[in-house]
């Protein structure tokens, strides 16, 4: 058996190995504990030409957009902050056409990414869809974004979506080992599905355990080693969103993010402050404590409410005994199979 290989990195290192410029790139969390330092990171390297997979174009989309990165985004909700009379980065580059964007459903969304993972080709989704505007209007994929047809069975006319496949996942989870076993719990929505349908996945943490800890609670595992390419140990990886049993969403970030995000003066000097400023995370939370205080942090750290552990213990793990013996018969596994040569059993 091949020894497992150690995948800690660094952001830096895990986004300049595994994100290529032109890459199709998914943002595997969902509306929750966005993977925000590899983002940043992204835009500190300034990657060119992606098609950015998100399903929900929130402060991790906006800045993106802001920073050059993306030239296509598949979507399904996008931010705008201040409403019609406002804008955001997304509505700008759009306005300006440095930007093109195809939208689904989250349910459509979601089918796209499902099939990927599973290997097809293509999804039925709901064919309700036909006579919206999401079904007429296309904007890179055209005639891919939904195709229809016959059901083998029924013949009924069905709506389809393509699988997604992406090149790079960047996802943020709770904990993960140094092999690169991801383990995240509370809202899931599509982080499993982006992250096995695409090519590469790199995974950032709050903190990296021991591989024991992960082999106690395998219900968490979301992504299992081998599917990983990269694990980098990022504490407050996804500030100012939050991260279930570490810290709550900083409203206040948060908002003031917002504000900025208006008009495109204003997010450039929160971007030159706060991603191209701070090299790093530790950087980057060195000058939250410094700006505001430590205080801010400590308020939106989670109080501890553990789950009731969970028995996985088994009288033994294996049908063989220490003495290697079958358990049940008490011979050997030469014996065993001296037995099944002799009734014609053993083939090859």
Known sequence: MAKAKNKIMSSQEAISTFVKDGDHLVIGNYTVGTCAELVFEVIRQQKKGLTLYSQSGVFDVEVLVAGG???RLVSTYVYRAGGKEGGSAVERAMKAGTL????????????????GMHGFSFMQVLEGAMVTDLFKKRSFMGENKYKVIDCPYTGKKILTVPAANPDVCIVHVQRADKFGNAQYWGALGSVAAAAL??????????????????QSSPHLTIIPSYRVDAVVEVPWG??????????????????MFFMMDMAGDSLKTW????????????????????SYGSGKLDAIKAKPYFSAPADYGSAYGSCW??????RTMGITLEEMEKILEERGLLNG
């Open 271 to 290: 971007m030159d402050e706060w991603v191209y400023g701070c090299p790093n995370r530790q950087a980057y939370i060195d000058h939250y404590i410094a």
């Open 238 to 255: 996804a500030h100012p969103t939050e991260v279930l049993g570490y810290y709550n969403l900083d409203r206040t970030m948060y908002a």
């Open 100 to 115: 093109k964007m195809e939208d689904y459903t989250n349910f459509q969304y979601n089918a796209r990414l499902m099939a």
């Open 321 to 326: 005994d220490n003495n290697d013996l079958e």
């Open 197 to 214: 349908a695409s090519k590469k996945i790199v995974v950032s943490c709050e903190e990296i355990v021991e591989h024991d800890i992960i």
């Open 69 to 71: 990165c993306v030239d």
